[in-house]
């Protein structure tokens, strides 16, 4: 009877040693569509976690507009053409006055410039990453090409699932054109991850250490991933928002992607992309607010070990 009882508990033990990663990360995806259940949104996220053992996507291979996500790819970009040397960070770059996008876009360089000025591409990227801006986003395209220059660099980086059409002048000029330029949540994880590892060396050291740094001074999208977790938590991230339309009342991107760091010095990468939402502002920054507390909690916890 007790070597029956022994053998009892070492199959336990041998069954929950076998659980496999996608079995724990159930948990974490029951949790997100608790989430989702009741909002009228089309959401999709991808996540990963564990030091890339774990993987999870909810709509992974469909594709979302990016709107200003999109500037995060288009800094990869100018570095590597900085790491070729055809450009430098230092370089000054004179916006006039007549290429300053007008008021209706977001655009911190132009309302503490109203005249225009010179500025290092250093300070471009800086502004179009941290910030958002839109002048700096398309003056940094022309200085490499088109929309579609960007679109070839990360396609031959690895990443297929994405297209970039149009510049943030253009993509702004119809609604329509935001769902030109879009990629999947799983391909913005995937470049989050081959950007921040590095492996393939897309970035020297000193384009790897201001990039990374950038994206961790993104003051854009308080609400979003960081919106929810501890006060000090690292994030290193981009955001993207459409508007809504005035028609229809559905807002088409609020989105979000980035690496979030544990306290215990490891992280995990997110993408989360809402559209076709009929819901306000607020829930839709809430939602990507959710899902990424349930992250970090899963990965604090015992759960996510």
Same mark, same amino acid.
């Not at 040397?85 to 770059?93: A, C, R, T, V, W």
């Given at each position: 009877?007790?070597?029956?009882?022994?053998?009892?508990?070492?199959?336990?033990?041998?069954?929950?040693?076998?659980?496999?990663?996608?079995?724990?990360?159930?948990?974490?995806?029951?949790?997100?569509?608790?989430?989702?259940?009741?909002?009228?949104?089309?959401?999709?996220?991808?996540?990963?976690?564990?030091?890339?053992?774990?993987?999870?996507?909810?709509?992974?291979?469909?594709?979302?507009?990016?709107?200003?996500?999109?500037?995060?790819?288009?800094?990869?970009?100018?570095?590597?053409?900085?790491?070729?040397?055809?450009?430098?960070?230092?370089?000054?770059?004179?916006?006039?006055?007549?290429?300053?996008?007008?008021?209706?876009?977001?655009?911190?360089?132009?309302?503490?410039?109203?005249?225009?000025?010179?500025?290092?591409?250093?300070?471009?990227?800086?502004?179009?990453?941290?910030?958002?801006?839109?002048?700096?986003?398309?003056?940094?395209?022309?200085?490499?090409?088109?929309?579609?220059?960007?679109?070839?660099?990360?396609?031959?980086?690895?990443?297929?699932?994405?297209?970039?059409?149009?510049?943030?002048?253009?993509?702004?000029?119809?609604?329509?054109?935001?769902?030109?330029?879009?990629?999947?949540?799983?391909?913005?994880?995937?470049?989050?991850?081959?950007? /921040?590892?590095?492996? !393939?060396?897309?970035? $020297?050291? *000193?384009?790897? @250490? =201001?990039?990374? %740094?950038?994206?961790?001074?993104?003051?854009?999208?308080?609400?979003?991933?960081?919106?929810?977790?501890?006060?000090?938590?690292?994030?290193?991230?981009?955001?993207?928002?459409?508007?809504?339309?005035?028609?229809?009342?559905?807002?088409?991107?609020?989105?979000?992607?980035?690496?979030?760091?544990?306290?215990?010095?490891? /992280?995990?990468?997110? !993408?989360?992309?809402? $559209?076709? *939402?009929?819901? @306000? =502002?607020?829930? %839709?920054?809430?939602?990507?607010?959710?899902?990424?507390?349930?992250?970090?909690?899963?990965?604090?916890?015992?759960?996510?070990?």
């Amino acid at each position: 009877m007790n070597s029956l009882l022994l053998l009892t508990v070492l199959l336990l033990l041998f069954v929950t040693s076998c659980k496999t990663p996608s079995d724990k990360t159930d948990l974490l995806r029951n949790k997100i569509e608790q989430i989702l259940s009741d909002k009228n949104a089309v959401v999709g996220v991808s996540i990963i976690g564990n030091n890339g053992k774990d993987t999870l996507s909810l709509n992974g291979d469909k594709r979302f507009p990016m709107q200003s996500v999109f500037k995060f790819h288009i800094a990869l970009a100018v570095l590597s053409e900085i790491d070729k040397g055809n450009l430098s960070l230092g370089q000054k770059i004179e916006i006039s006055k007549d290429e300053l996008l007008p008021e209706d876009f977001w655009s911190p360089l132009r309302d503490e410039n109203p005249n225009g000025g010179t500025f290092t591409i250093e300070r471009l990227i800086q502004y179009s990453v941290s910030h958002s801006d839109n002048t700096a986003c398309d003056v940094l395209i022309r200085l490499i090409g088109t929309p579609k220059t960007v679109e070839e660099y990360i396609k031959k980086s690895g990443i297929n699932d994405i297209q970039i059409t149009f510049n943030e002048e253009q993509m702004q000029a119809k609604w329509d054109n935001m769902f030109q330029n879009w990629t999947t949540p799983k391909a913005a994880s995937q470049t989050l991850k081959l950007s /921040y590892e590095n492996k !393939s060396h897309l970035l $020297s050291k *000193s384009s790897y @250490d =201001f990039f990374w %740094n950038t994206n961790k001074e993104t003051t854009t999208g308080k609400n979003r991933i960081r919106g929810q977790l501890p006060e000090g938590t690292i994030v290193a991230h981009k955001t993207g928002w459409s508007g809504t339309n005035k028609e229809t009342g559905i807002t088409a991107a609020v989105n979000n992607i980035g690496i979030v760091f544990l306290p215990n010095g490891e /992280y995990f990468i997110l !993408s989360v992309f809402v $559209s076709e *939402s009929k819901e @306000d =502002f607020d829930t %839709n920054e809430k939602i990507i607010a959710d899902i990424a507390k349930a992250t970090y909690d899963f990965y604090t916890t015992e759960k996510g070990v």
